[in-house]
């Protein structure tokens, strides 16, 4: 249903245009500049039948229903899928002890939440989409192309490009496992971005990349390693993207928010946290903050401000908002301390704009 609303938008707007008279084509240059709002979160795992059904929720539970009223007034809705969508598939990793086994298999109906909540297209590039090996990926992708969702991020599927409102965008999205187009792969990357940003107006990048929980919030812009694996250097891969032709850059990955940074006129998300991920995750500190970016970009994806709305979520509860604003209140703090040369201004409720 949503991509033939998504048809029928762009049809509509291809219509109208090509009835403008001259004398509404001469006055074109008054006309105000199209803004777009650009929503993002983090990781999303609703739950998982493995080891067992014990990790699910409640039946009849929807998880974004205390975060909908932000949702809706997204133009984009983008997240990070933190692992599979699917009712098949045997477990990929070796383990022992399964209840120690960090393996994520969603049902397949878990797609319908997704698609309830508006998104438009997210990111299968991270360490748990392979978990249940191809089957899991050929069902997750088959689960959100019936939910109407655009998706890349595995080697079968790297790029993708989608159109809303007239506006077409890409998304190419990295990590550096084994079933992801590489993070580290960072020459073939930029041409990547290069070719894909020829064909679209605004492409998104979006990595799984950095260090992992509360002792590396800070980007540290050097290599970083976990458990001796090689999680890239996100501070000069983000910017090098944007040098390629990336309209956004969204990160994610640590599981902890860190900080923001607009690098020539385009605005990066290091790391997004956590948003959405049900009983298997540790929700200490600030592994529970959950920020929704609400982003106003220009049609080439130029920042023009924002606002980060802080949500915040229990081991066994999904988002909700959070009056305290952790989430601002952590970014905020991260980004004054690592990019003091920063050009974001920070104001009350959660707003960011340009100083």
Same mark, same amino acid.
Do not use: W
């Given at each position: 249903?949503?991509?033939?609303?998504?048809?029928?938008?762009?049809?509509?707007?291809?219509?109208?245009?090509? *009835?403008?008279?001259?004398?509404?084509?001469?006055?074109?240059?008054?006309?105000?500049?199209?803004?777009?709002?650009? $929503? /993002?979160?983090?990781?999303?795992?609703?739950?998982?039948?493995?080891?067992?059904?014990?990790?699910?929720?409640? +039946?009849?539970?929807?998880?974004?229903? !205390?975060?909908?009223?932000?949702?809706?007034?997204?133009?984009?809705?983008?997240?990070?899928?933190?692992?599979?969508?699917? !009712?098949?598939?045997?477990?990929?990793?070796?383990?022992?002890?399964?209840? =120690?086994?960090?393996?994520?298999?969603?049902?397949?109906?878990?797609?319908?939440?997704?698609?309830?909540?508006?998104?438009?297209?997210?990111?299968?590039?991270?360490?748990?989409?392979? !978990?249940? &090996?191809?089957? &899991?990926?050929?069902?997750?992708?088959?689960?959100?192309?019936?939910?109407?969702? /655009?998706?890349?991020?595995?080697?079968? =599927?790297?790029?993708?490009?989608?159109?809303?409102?007239?506006? +077409?965008?890409?998304?190419?999205?990295?990590?550096?496992?084994?079933?992801? %187009?590489?993070?580290?792969?960072?020459?073939?990357?930029?041409?990547?971005?290069?070719?894909?940003? +020829?064909?679209?107006?605004?492409?998104?990048?979006?990595?799984?990349?950095?260090?992992?929980?509360?002792?590396?919030?800070?980007?540290?812009?050097?290599?970083?390693?976990?458990?001796?694996?090689?999680?890239?250097?996100?501070?000069?891969?983000?910017?090098?993207?944007?040098?390629?032709?990336?309209?956004?850059?969204?990160?994610?990955?640590?599981?902890?928010?860190?900080?923001?940074?607009?690098? =020539?006129?385009?605005?990066?998300?290091?790391? $997004?946290?956590?948003?959405?991920?049900?009983?298997?995750?540790?929700?200490?500190?600030?592994?529970?903050?959950?920020?929704?970016?609400?982003?106003?970009?220009?049609?080439?994806?130029?920042?023009?401000?924002?606002?980060?709305?802080?949500?915040?979520?229990?081991?066994?509860?999904?988002?909700? %908002?959070?009056?305290? #604003?952790?989430?601002?209140? #952590?970014?905020?703090?991260?980004?004054?301390?690592?990019?003091?040369?920063?050009?974001?201004?920070? *104001?009350?409720?959660?707003?960011? #704009?340009?100083?």
């Amino acid at each position: 249903m949503k991509k033939a609303i998504r048809k029928i938008l762009v049809s509509a707007s291809i219509v109208t245009l090509s *009835g403008i008279s001259y004398a509404q084509q001469a006055d074109s240059s008054q006309v105000k500049a199209k803004e777009i709002t650009f $929503m /993002a979160v983090g990781d999303m795992m609703l739950g998982t039948t493995f080891p067992n059904a014990s990790y699910l929720p409640p +039946k009849g539970t929807y998880p974004f229903k !205390d975060v909908q009223s932000v949702f809706k007034n997204a133009d984009v809705l983008f997240g990070n899928l933190e692992g599979t969508l699917t !009712d098949t598939g045997k477990n990929a990793k070796r383990c022992k002890d399964p209840s =120690k086994c960090y393996s994520f298999k969603s049902p397949e109906s878990f797609g319908k939440h997704f698609e309830k909540a508006g998104f438009d297209v997210v990111s299968i590039a991270n360490n748990h989409i392979g !978990d249940f &090996g191809g089957i &899991g990926i050929k069902n997750t992708l088959k689960t959100l192309d019936n939910a109407g969702i /655009a998706s890349a991020g595995v080697l079968s =599927k790297p790029t993708t490009v989608f159109e809303k409102d007239g506006i +077409k965008y890409g998304l190419i999205a990295f990590a550096p496992n084994k079933d992801c %187009l590489k993070l580290n792969f960072v020459t073939k990357g930029t041409q990547m971005v290069k070719n894909l940003a +020829k064909k679209v107006d605004i492409v998104i990048v979006s990595f799984h990349g950095g260090a992992e929980g509360t002792k590396h919030k800070n980007v540290p812009r050097k290599t970083e390693y976990f458990y001796g694996e090689n999680r890239g250097n996100v501070y000069s891969f983000a910017h090098k993207m944007i040098d390629a032709g990336a309209g956004i850059v969204l990160g994610h990955g640590p599981h902890v928010p860190r900080a923001i940074e607009v690098y =020539k006129g385009k605005f990066i998300a290091y790391s $997004m946290g956590n948003f959405a991920t049900y009983k298997r995750f540790s929700m200490s500190g600030s592994k529970a903050y959950s920020p929704i970016f609400e982003l106003k970009l220009k049609e080439n994806g130029d920042f023009i401000e924002g606002k980060i709305h802080s949500a915040i979520q229990t081991k066994t509860r999904y988002p909700f %908002l959070d009056s305290q #604003e952790r989430a601002f209140n #952590e970014i905020k703090k991260l980004t004054l301390q690592d990019f003091p040369e920063n050009k974001i201004k920070f *104001g009350e409720s959660g707003k960011i #704009e340009l100083k």
